[in-house]
Nanobody, 123 residues
Framework: QVQLEESGGGLVQAGGSLRLSCAASGRTFRMYTMGWFRQAPGKEREFVAAINRSGEVTYYADFVKGRFTISRDNARNTMYLQMNSLKPQDTAVYYC????????????????WGQGTQVTVSS
């Protein structure tokens, strides 16, 4: 079990940047694989990025490759999503997720979720 809390969302202009943070409780954070997902109004939650326990392996959705970077600092129990070159299509609620297993890309593979943080990109 791990508790997750996202922060860093906000309103930015197209082409701008944001860095999201996901703070996790507990001393076993490093044992969890982590992921970022997002959900736009009227759409299903979709995969954005994932990172393994050590931070050495990362996965990205095609629509964010080259723009977003996922990272983690196990000493601080924190995961990050650096978002650059933001587009209006990136507007969504962004969720932090964790699983006590192998790195994965699908919503159903994760069972620990934060409450989300709103990211709005204006045109």
């Amino acid at each position: 079990q791990v508790q997750l809390e996202e922060s860093g969302g906000g309103l930015v202009q197209a082409g701008g940047s944001l860095r999201l943070s996901c703070a996790a409780s507990g001393r076993t954070f490093r044992m969890y694989t982590m992921g970022w997902f997002r959900q736009a109004p009227g759409k299903e939650r979709e995969f954005v990025a994932a990172i393994n326990r050590s931070g050495e392996v990362t996965y990205y959705a095609d629509f964010v490759k080259g723009r977003f970077t996922i990272s983690r600092d196990n000493a601080r129990n924190t995961m990050y999503l650096q978002m650059n070159s933001l587009k209006p299509q990136d507007t969504a609620v962004y969720y932090c997720a964790a699983r006590y297993s192998r790195i994965a890309k699908t919503t159903d593979d994760y069972d620990n979720w934060g409450q989300g943080t709103q990211v709005t990109v204006s045109s």
